[in-house]
């Protein structure tokens, strides 16, 4: 069985300041993909980065950056100089293979309250 | 807009009523999922189709609970006589195989 780990349920930081995200993942897979979603409290989830298993390089996009390190089966989240509209929920998800229909796993949650 | 769209966002319904919920896909995504989320806890699975197969029923789906998705656009959730422990957030997702699900903006149960 799959299994996502958020062990931080919230974080509270001031606004400029880095805060990072982990993710814990377990799948017997040897393909899959990871995920991050967002979510405001308007409720919807926003898609931010889909990772497959065979691509370990690090992305960044803005201030959002991912560290993917498949020998310790974390995918974690970095959010730099972090501005009070990254207040949020995210979720790290991780999809089954293509032959059980890519259903998401996700992990409980992060919520984080970034203040001015 | 050509996101995934959800009607209606919230629900209040009485224990022992019956609801219905739609979801209008991204159009040319032939795989769509429901998922169910109650406060505070991540989204979970309850069943996907492609085109308009339901190919796999999470046990979280009750006889209570059933979902259709005719001609391979829309899909409708039912919940027959709903129960206070139904109340949650419903998610509908969709895309293409293999690749990223987008999210409509969910409907919100709740069961009095």
């Known amino acids: 069985a799959q299994k996502v780990t958020q062990a931080q349920t919230e974080i509270s930081v001031v606004e400029k300041e880095d805060v990072t995200l982990d993710c814990v993942y377990e799948?017997?897979?040897?393909?899959?993909?990871l995920f991050w979603y967002k979510q405001p409290p308007s409720g919807e989830l926003v898609f931010l980065i889909r990772?497959?298993?065979?691509?370990?390089q690090n992305e960044i996009s803005g201030r959002y950056s991912w560290n993917f390190q498949k020998s310790t089966s974390s995918f974690n989240f970095t959010i730099t100089a972090s501005q009070v509209v990254d207040s949020a929920v995210y979720f790290c998800?991780?999809?089954?293979?293509?032959?059980?229909?890519?259903?998401?796993?996700f992990g409980g949650g992060t919520r984080v309250l970034v203040k001015p | 807009d050509t996101g995934v769209s959800q009607d209606p966002r919230h629900k209040i319904t009485k224990r022992g009523q019956n609801v219905t919920f739609r979801c209008d896909p991204i159009?040319?995504?032939?795989?769509l999922y429901w998922y169910r989320q109650t406060l505070g806890q991540g989204p979970e699975f309850l069943t996907y189709?492609?085109?308009?197969?339901?190919?796999?029923k999470s046990r979280l789906l009750s006889d209570r609970f059933s979902a259709e998705r005719p001609k391979g656009s829309f899909s409708t959730l039912e919940i027959q006589r709903t129960e206070q422990g139904d109340s949650a957030m419903y998610l509908c997702?969709?895309?293409?195989?293999?690749?990223?699900?987008?999210f409509g903006p969910g409907t919100r149960l709740t069961v009095l």
């Open positions: 189709f492609q085109n308009e197969a339901q190919l796999e």
């Open positions: 997702a969709s895309s293409t195989i293999s690749d990223t699900q987008y």
């Open positions: 159009s040319e995504h032939n795989r």
């Open positions: 998800a991780l999809s089954e293979a293509e032959a059980a229909g890519n259903k998401l796993t």
């Open positions: 799948t017997r897979d040897t393909t899959y993909y």
């Open positions: 990772r497959n298993s065979f691509d370990e």
